[in-house]
């Protein structure tokens, strides 16, 4: 009995602690970092300040917790897909949709990244660990490049370093323009300008017919 | 004499009003919209509270001049490069490199960029100008096109974006990892990484040989 009554007790503190990642994300999302409050928090999740404090000692570390559940959600969709696709570029692709649409849908994936671009402001860079994301992106291209259906001028972490930039520019400037609302097309857009200088020659018909199929299948 | 007296004055005024934008770039730049205040602005550019109300009516004005001054300093740098070289992808290669350097270096252009990137918080995104640098971007990529020098598949409005898009995310990721410190060669891959999708195979080395060139030129 003392043990279920344990269980019970850590599953509803799971459940305030996610409550308030989701209030939080909202919040951060809405107002920025710098203007979001613990008392506009406690708002928007429904958990009471004392709650709140008693779960988490400042408005940092529920960014933090925001930031590291951003990075498992995350993780979790980079795992299937690589899982599901055999060919690098076909995994990128993928991946690169369904984190789109991932960061569309998801108010704590879309607060994560959003702290982490404005990390210099709250967070020790040098602390910071690259994302599912990130880490699989590098993972993929290192491999795709071994294999030979990747090719390009830059070393494996530089085109890692450089595609993941294209990224983050395409759902800044899509954020910015229409509040996301035309980025998968805009990740098309992308892919068909790297393309040339990523897949190599003899992959290159099978990626874009890929880019076609991933851009029907994530809008549907 | 009475004239004199006016112009000197209007020359105070401008004088005071660039104090408070500077003063205000570095305050938005370092704590960001949201967390800026006129007190803080009124302590950074050394200009009292009473003479920043009487140039501004509130802390939106003075973003949104800091964004316009950001317009015009970029645009007269966009000006200078295109007169300076002959073809389009030198342009664009130069641009790039020069943005970068002006951004590194000049707290205005720098907040202009960020605050426009936050502008969803504070300003109607339809009623946003493209800057001096979109701007001279998508000219010249139109311009290439017909002139044979660039060769997409994309149409010239869709390439201009998603080459904005790569460009912003160089400079957010170099921002977030290091403090602009490798922008400069990030901006170099970033080159690397596009040029098959986007310059025509003729002019490829030539091509190649200015992203060398300017990266030694602007690095200087």
């Not at 928090?41 to 779960?55: K, M, Q, W, Y």
């Not at 984190?99 to 959003?114: W, Y």
């Not at 085109?159 to 983050?168: D, G, K, Q, R, Y």
Request: with cysteine; proline share 2%.
């Amino acid at each position: 009995m003392a043990v279920e009554r344990r269980v019970a007790s850590q599953d509803r503190g799971r459940e305030t602690q996610q409550r308030i990642l989701d209030g939080a994300a909202r919040v951060f999302a809405s107002a920025g970092y710098g203007s979001a409050s613990l008392r506009s928090i406690s708002e928007a999740s429904g958990v009471s300040l004392g709650a709140i404090n008693f779960h988490f000692r400042s408005k940092e570390q529920i960014a933090r917790a925001v930031i590291e559940e951003q990075h498992a959600r995350t993780e979790g969709l980079a795992r299937d897909i690589v899982a599901a696709h055999s060919t690098t570029f076909a995994r990128l692709i993928h991946l690169s949709f369904a984190a789109s649409v991932q960061m569309h849908a998801d108010p704590v994936v879309q607060a994560g990244v959003e702290l982490t671009l404005q990390v210099g402001d709250f967070l020790d860079p040098s602390a910071r660990s690259a994302d599912g994301w990130d880490r699989t992106v590098a993972d993929q291209i290192a491999l795709g490049l071994e294999r030979g259906e990747l090719e390009s001028d830059l070393g494996a972490a530089a085109l890692a370093e450089t595609f993941l930039a294209c990224f983050t520019g395409a759902q800044i400037r899509s954020r910015v323009r229409d509040g996301r609302r035309e980025l998968l097309p805009a990740v098309r857009d992308l892919w068909l300008l790297i393309l040339p200088g990523v897949v190599a020659p003899a992959h290159r018909a099978a990626a874009r017919r890929t880019v076609d199929e991933a851009l029907a299948a994530h809008a549907a």
